[in-house]
């Protein structure tokens, strides 16, 4: 009874399957979180763009001049109009279901933008959803130098 009780044959292999399906769904985790970390670095990209038009969106007539120097006074309809031609020009194709939420001015001077756009991971799994929606916010102001 001791002898086989001693005998460890055959008791290594639940071991090696149980670690190589935890390096398996680590590594493809790892490979999920990666992939939603650069699409959200990318999706926030396109928002500052698109916030940066939508501050340079102003006329020159509406340019004022303050005790500050000149100041641009933007409105919401222009900033919003710039933004949807911007993204028109499609400046990043690969985003899918690239969006406006949100283009306006919240003190004249600056543009806020929120735009948004599907991720799917690169493997589907059990422990990662099949997409999501990603959500970028910048924001930009025109100054003159």
Do not use: Q
């Amino acid at each position: 009874m001791r002898a086989a009780l001693a005998a460890d044959d055959g008791s290594i292999l639940p071991l090696v399957a149980f670690f190589g399906f935890l390096g398996l769904v680590i590594v493809l985790l790892v490979t999920a979180a990666t992939s939603l970390y650069l699409e959200k670095k990318r999706l926030f990209t396109v928002a500052d763009g698109a916030a940066l038009v939508g501050a340079e969106s102003f006329e020159l007539d509406a340019v004022r001049v303050t005790p500050d120097g000149p100041r641009p006074l933007l409105d919401d309809a222009g900033v919003a109009s710039a933004v949807a031609d911007y993204l028109a020009g499609n400046p990043a194709p690969d985003l899918e279901g690239l969006a406006v939420e949100r283009a306006f001015t919240a003190d004249g001077l600056s543009a806020t933008v929120t735009v948004t756009s599907t991720w799917h991971p690169p493997v589907v799994t059990l422990f990662v959803p099949d997409g999501m929606r990603v959500e970028a916010t910048a924001t930009a102001r025109s100054v003159f130098g």
